[in-house]
Structures are given as structure tokens and as C-alpha cells.
């Protein structure tokens, strides 16, 4: 080190002790005896575990129809998005149960699941899925009630008198 000169003699020394960068880890299909996937997706307060497995495209949301069990339109547009992302449109079945919420909340949960298990089954559709911010958790759930106020930060009416 005590040879060094110039810029050019240290950018090179440098470059000799730089650790070599790891590869990123090649990521395999994880998926359980029966062929299927399994993740855990949450939303506000709601919960679902979601299996995914190659199929007709039909999806059981706690024993129910897709349709029957998410009855707006919005919410079924929501739970078809990551297929949709993906291009894998009635290509995979999913059982799902979800707990816990409203039923935009555990749409979101739904969703959530669906795209980190079909994240699990074909690594290969990680990148549309990750891109359009399917894999990540929303984390934003109501604030909690704090006390002397009517609501969270809502105040009691003031008067005077």
C-alpha cells in the first residue's frame, strides 16, 4: 500500500481486495407431497392461508364459490389480479380460508397469498409479481383509540358552556 501515487494506483489496489459480489441464490419451486403451494397472506386484520395447484381455474374462498363468497365485483377483480399479472389466467385451483377483517381486507389477504404462492410454485413469475408490489405486505391497519378522544384522534365536541 505505502506505493501508491496517483488515483489510478489506488483505484487499482482497490479493485484487487474488492470482494467478489455473491451470486443472487438460484430460487426453487417449493411445494408440498400433493403438488401444491402454500403461503400465508395479511391484510388489516385478516388472515389467509392460500393452496394454489395446477387446475381449471376454480377458487374456494372458505368452503364457497369465488363469486358466492366475494359477492362486489371489485373484490373478485382484486383476488384475479395476480394471475393476471402473470398470464397464468385459469391455470391453477385455489383453496384459501380466510379469518379475521372485513371482506376488503381479507381480499387483500387473499391476494396476498395467492401471489406469494404462486411465487413459491413457479420462481420464475417473482419478477411481474414483485414489479406490481403483489409480495409486499401492506402494513397500514387502524390506528388504535387513544383515551380522551372520541375516536382515534377525533376530539369531543367543544362549547364554551
Do not use: C
Not at 395447484?53 to 374462498?61: A, D, E, N, R
Not at 399479472?85 to 384459501?96: G, P, W
Not at 406469494?116 to 406490481?132: C, H, I, V
Request: hydrophobic share 40%.
Amino acid at each position: 500500500m505505502a506505493d501508491i501515487k496517483s488515483l489510478d494506483d489506488l483505484k487499482s489496489a482497490v479493485s484487487e481486495t474488492a470482494p467478489v459480489q455473491a451470486e443472487a441464490p438460484v430460487r426453487e419451486a417449493v411445494r408440498d407431497a400433493q403438488g401444491r403451494a402454500y403461503a400465508t397472506g395479511k391484510r388489516k386484520d385478516a388472515v389467509a392461508r392460500v393452496w394454489i395447484k395446477p387446475g381449471s381455474g376454480k377458487v374456494i374462498v372458505n368452503g364457497k364459490e369465488m363469486a358466492v363468497y366475494f359477492a362486489r365485483p371489485v373484490l373478485q377483480m382484486i383476488l384475479r389480479q395476480p394471475f393476471q399479472i402473470t398470464n397464468v389466467e385459469n391455470q391453477f385451483d385455489v383453496v384459501a380460508t380466510v379469518a379475521g377483517g372485513g371482506l376488503s381486507g381479507q381480499a387483500g389477504a387473499v391476494k396476498h397469498g395467492v401471489s406469494k404462492a404462486l411465487q413459491l410454485y413457479d420462481p420464475s413469475l417473482r419478477g411481474a409479481l414483485k414489479a406490481a408490489g403483489f409480495l409486499t405486505r401492506d402494513s397500514r391497519v387502524v390506528e388504535r383509540k387513544k383515551y380522551g378522544k372520541a375516536k382515534a384522534r377525533r376530539s369531543f365536541q367543544f362549547s364554551k358552556r
